[in-house]
């Protein structure tokens, strides 16, 4: 019962719609009771030959007419109480969606994709459940139960109902031992299920991986052996739940006996009719569905109230992110200040700092080039651009504003950023450009495409802009889908964009000429390109060389290639490289 004061502030929210489904519900009970009372009446009348047409008339329409209401009543109450659980499901899972919007990186780190569609689908449902089927068996039960045991001690006769109701409180002890056992096994059982979601997920995401590296019956067997323990567990919860079924039934057969045994007595002493001991036999029997019901309401309960527990517990967490709510609303531009005394990941080692020591200046209208070895510092800059993680010491300004003082909107919506691997939603190209500003007309999406090189590729697709690219772009190129999140992010016109090694996948030629219309396109407002070609970073004003989280070089293209450091090794390395591809290139054609 637990769950149901859990969810009380949700019942007092939508008082009206459970009063009034709870108030027709009550009324279906009352009609129930009529009709076992009047067939009584009517055995009487058929034993001692006293019946008339009349009276047959009464009986008749007597039972008809309650059958009636009840059907009326039952229709009410229906659409009231599973109306407020549909409500309830709503309310949640929008609490629950919202919830996965505000929170940070590091959530998600440890929290699995499929365990969190596992609290968005089969935990709610559960929770749902508890506010339809378990109000409509609690209520449904207890109040049977007393009004049909008032009916029998007013229409036949009370010794015969305690003694026929006896065996009842046996089912309270039932309850009383299995529903910790059950409450655990269907914890268990929801922990098996996300377990398996998150599985299937990631199967699926990873299916081309799988299917390249031949992987596919390994995988299968890991699917297997998931679904196998997911079974076994709920066997367990099928063999709790099993009891209550055998139990109610021993216990109303128990209720039975005694009626047979003890009511044929009070027959044979004339102290009841036969037609009160078909009465009685009539009310005995409507207890047989609340007996049931109460074994079914636990299931739903206990059900209920680990699914409510699991899914409050993603809610009680909080993000390490915080908005200022009351903060600057205007949108951020002006110079870039970066500056960093130490960041560490939360889960990182405290002696080995992410990044330290970093300061950087850049200007409005300036383009800044960040470069060095993979895990030197680039990406976890940007992250905290990005506001992926607030806990550093010292301030990243924009417009000699804290960026920490910006409310999201203000801040986030001025930058434009592009990672090297872009989630492209299943959709039209399109809509995929103008995800970030949905009301942009085809003139801006086209204009967007032009400044990624990327104009020409589209009108080379099926059915232009409103080609579907598939889930994550499946359809796309690797290169064409970077020029889409490029014209995606362009389409805003950010005060800073962000290109996070973002031009890997196109080609030297391809690359240029996006450079170069950035730079036109781009004298006012700032522009960070982080990646490992120097092509894609040398026409920068400043240009950051990170190792091991602090800034080893800094400079120009040619004051860097003059110091002679790490950045001119890297630049003339890669042009050995594009040197060599050429003459190869060259060799082939020239050998065809």
């Known amino acids: 019962m637990n769950i149901f004061g859990k969810l009380m502030w949700f019942f007092r929210q939508n008082k009206r719609l459970y009063i009034v489904g709870l108030f027709f519900l009550f009324l279906t009970e009352i009609s129930q009771m009529v009709s076992p009372a009047l067939i009584g009446r009517f055995t009487d009348q058929v034993v001692s030959r006293t019946l008339t047409v009349e009276n047959l008339v009464f009986y008749a329409g007597g039972i008809f007419l309650f059958a009636l209401l009840m059907y009326v009543f039952r229709y009410a109450w229906i659409t009231h109480i599973f109306q407020g659980s549909a409500l309830l499901e709503k309310t949640l899972r929008q609490q629950l969606f919202d919830h996965y919007m505000k929170m940070d990186t590091t959530f998600y780190q440890r929290h699995r994709t499929g365990d969190l569609m596992a609290h968005a689908t089969n935990d709610l449902s559960a929770i749902q459940r508890v506010a339809s089927?378990?109000?409509?068996?609690?209520v449904d039960s207890v109040v049977v139960i007393?009004?049909?045991?008032?009916?029998?001690?007013?229409?036949?006769?009370?010794?015969?109902?305690?003694?026929?109701?006896?065996?009842?409180?046996?089912?309270?002890?039932?309850?009383?031992?299995?529903?910790?056992?059950?409450?655990?096994?269907?914890?268990?059982?929801?922990?098996?299920?996300?377990?398996?979601?998150?599985?299937?997920?990631?199967?699926?995401?990873g299916v081309k991986a799988i299917k390249t590296l031949g992987q596919e019956m390994a995988d299968v067997a890991v699917f297997e052996s998931q679904v196998k323990d997911t079974i076994q567990i709920n066997k367990r919860v099928a063999l709790i739940d099993s009891l209550?079924?055998?139990?109610?039934?021993?216990?109303?057969?128990?209720?039975?006996?005694?009626?047979?045994?003890?009511?044929?007595?009070?027959?044979?002493?004339?102290?009841?009719?036969?037609?009160?001991?078909?009465?009685?036999?009539?009310?005995?029997?409507?207890?047989?569905?609340?007996?049931?019901?109460?074994?079914?309401?636990?299931?739903?309960?206990?059900?209920?109230?680990?699914?409510?527990i699991r899914v409050q517990n993603i809610l009680s967490e909080k993000s390490a992110i915080i908005e200022d709510e009351e903060g600057v609303v205007e949108q951020a531009k002006g110079d870039l200040n970066i500056n960093i005394n130490q960041f560490t990941y939360p889960d990182g080692d405290p002696t080995k700092p992410a990044l330290h020591?970093?300061?950087?200046?850049?200007?409005?209208?300036?383009?800044?080039?960040?470069?060095?070895?993979?895990?030197?510092?680039?990406?976890?800059?940007?992250?905290?651009?990005?506001?992926?993680?607030?806990?550093?010491?010292?301030?990243?300004?924009?417009?000699?504003?804290?960026?920490?003082?910006?409310?999201?909107?203000?801040?986030l919506k001025s930058i434009g950023y592009v990672a090297q691997e872009n989630f492209l939603f299943s959709t039209t190209v399109r809509d995929n450009i103008r995800f970030s500003d949905i009301n942009k007309n085809q003139r801006d999406?086209?204009?967007?495409?032009?400044?990624?090189?990327?104009?020409?590729?589209?009108?080379?697709?099926?059915?232009?802009?409103?080609?579907?690219?598939?889930?994550?772009?499946?359809?796309?190129?690797?290169?064409?889908?970077?020029?889409?999140?490029?014209?995606?992010?362009?389409?805003?016109?950010?005060?800073i964009l962000i290109l996070d090694d973002a031009l890997s996948a196109v080609d030297a030629l391809t690359e240029k000429h996006i450079l170069g219309t950035l730079k036109s396109e781009?004298?006012?407002?700032?522009?960070?390109?982080?990646?490992?070609?120097i092509s894609s970073v040398m026409n920068a004003d400043e240009i950051i060389v990170f190792d091991h989280g602090e800034i080893k070089e800094r400079g120009t293209h040619a004051s860097l290639i003059a110091r002679n450091g790490w950045y001119a090794e890297m630049y003339h390395q890669q042009q050995l490289a594009t040197e060599l591809e050429d003459k190869l290139s060259g060799k082939g054609v020239s050998d065809v």
């Open 133 to 138: 089927g378990g109000i409509l068996m609690l």
């Open 146 to 205: 007393i009004f049909t045991v008032i009916s029998m001690v007013i229409v036949v006769d009370w010794r015969l109902t305690l003694i026929g109701v006896l065996p009842l409180p046996l089912l309270v002890l039932g309850v009383r031992y299995l529903s910790p056992k059950m409450r655990q096994a269907f914890t268990s059982a929801q922990e098996a299920f996300s377990r398996l979601s998150n599985k299937s997920q990631e199967s699926i995401a």
């Open 244 to 308: 209550f079924g055998p139990m109610a039934t021993v216990i109303m057969t128990i209720s039975f006996v005694i009626m047979m045994t003890y009511g044929g007595s009070l027959v044979l002493n004339d102290q009841i009719t036969i037609g009160q001991l078909v009465s009685f036999s009539t009310y005995l029997g409507l207890l047989v569905w609340p007996m049931f019901g109460l074994g079914q309401l636990f299931n739903v309960l206990e059900r209920g109230n680990a699914s409510y």
């Open 357 to 411: 020591n970093v300061e950087i200046t850049v200007k409005a209208g300036e383009t800044l080039g960040i470069v060095g070895r993979v895990g030197a510092g680039k990406t976890t800059l940007i992250k905290l651009l990005l506001r992926q993680f607030d806990g550093y010491t010292g301030d990243i300004r924009v417009g000699d504003v804290n960026i920490k003082a910006y409310t999201f909107n203000a801040y």
């Open 445 to 495: 999406v086209m204009l967007a495409a032009k400044k990624a090189d990327f104009n020409e590729d589209v009108w080379s697709l099926p059915d232009g802009y409103d080609t579907e690219v598939g889930e994550q772009g499946v359809s796309l190129s690797g290169g064409q889908k970077q020029r889409l999140a490029i014209a995606r992010a362009l389409i805003t016109d950010p005060e």
């Open 522 to 533: 781009r004298r006012e407002k700032t522009t960070i390109i982080a990646a490992h070609r």
